[in-house]
């Protein structure tokens, strides 16, 4: 559909190159909101990148808390009609008697930006609140496929190839092999999309899954990892300091700074096949 929001723009730029400027057309990636509604009330706006959104939705539902299995949610249903702001910018969701109760309980709005998943929540305690379980302990990593990581990912970002300004996440096996990834504007986002990708396909817990993200390795992503029973997080840059402390808490592993033939563990080296120096 045309008016249908799209995940790139097209804008006129001026470029200035060593003296000279030229007028040329530029890619940009799109942002957009999007409303997640239960029923007829909306419990989240966050600003996207289009395209995925069920995905995007499901693992918001899935990562605050809202469903714990593919069987709970009876409907979830991009809107394709209706008054061209909100066309394709509202997710309409069902969910089962039995979820109501953990949607009463949040009891408030949920409000999201693009740049931090976390914002608008009352209290980093509500966050916290959620039962939360360590991930499998008997998974197991290479390194070697750890640092093939950056490059693989980077192959599969056709968005990010065009705009450069994407955050992407991928939901990988221990082989190396990506099973999904996912690109959006908020990393928060493109890691909602992979694990509601894995919750629509039946594939809740992720035992034997790592969580690989382009950007930084933060506590809402660790804290979403944790959610979807993702045993190992990887970051091309630092986590934050809450990030490591619920990582080493959890027991789950948190790599950072993957770049070339190095990294960093800051919690769960068990898991990781290294020898020490």
């Not at 470029?15 to 400027?21: I, M, V």
């Not at 450069?164 to 990834?181: M, N, P, T, W």
């Not at 970051?235 to 080493?248: D, K, M, Q, T």
């Not at 808490?249 to 700074?257: D, N, Y």
Request: proline share 5%; glycine share 8%.
């Amino acid at each position: 559909m045309a008016d249908s929001p799209r995940s790139i723009d097209l804008t006129r730029v001026a470029e200035w190159n060593e003296g000279k400027l030229e007028r040329k057309s530029d890619c940009l990636a799109a942002e957009e909101p999007l409303e997640i509604r239960i029923g007829t009330s909306p419990i989240s706006v966050t600003m996207r990148t289009p395209g995925n959104d069920p995905e995007l939705a499901a693992g918001f539902l899935l990562t605050e808390g809202l469903v714990r299995q593919r069987e709970e949610i009876i409907k979830l249903e991009l809107n394709e009609q209706g008054h061209r702001t909100n066309r394709g910018n509202v997710v309409h969701v069902e969910l089962r008697p039995s979820c109501a109760a953990r949607v009463e309980k949040m009891g408030r709005n949920f409000a999201a930006t693009s740049s931090c998943g976390i914002c608008g929540k009352a209290s980093i305690d509500l966050v916290r609140s959620r039962t939360l379980h360590p991930p499998n302990p008997k998974f197991r990593v290479n390194p070697e496929v750890l640092i093939a990581l950056p490059d693989a990912l980077r192959s599969s970002q056709a968005v990010f190839e065009r705009t450069g300004g994407l955050h992407a996440a991928a939901l990988v096996d221990a082989c190396g092999k990506a099973l999904v990834v996912r690109e959006d504007i908020g990393r928060h986002n493109a890691v909602d999309k992979v694990i509601g990708w894995a919750l629509l396909e039946d594939r809740i817990p992720l035992a034997e899954s790592l969580l690989f993200v382009s950007g930084r390795g933060g506590f809402e992503i660790v804290q979403k990892a944790i959610m979807a029973g993702v045993p190992v997080v990887a970051s091309v840059s630092a986590p934050s300091s809450l990030a490591v402390r619920l990582a080493r808490e959890l027991r789950l592993t948190l790599v950072g700074f993957l770049r070339g033939r190095r990294f960093l563990i800051y919690a769960g080296e068990e898991r990781v096949g290294t020898t020490r120096a």
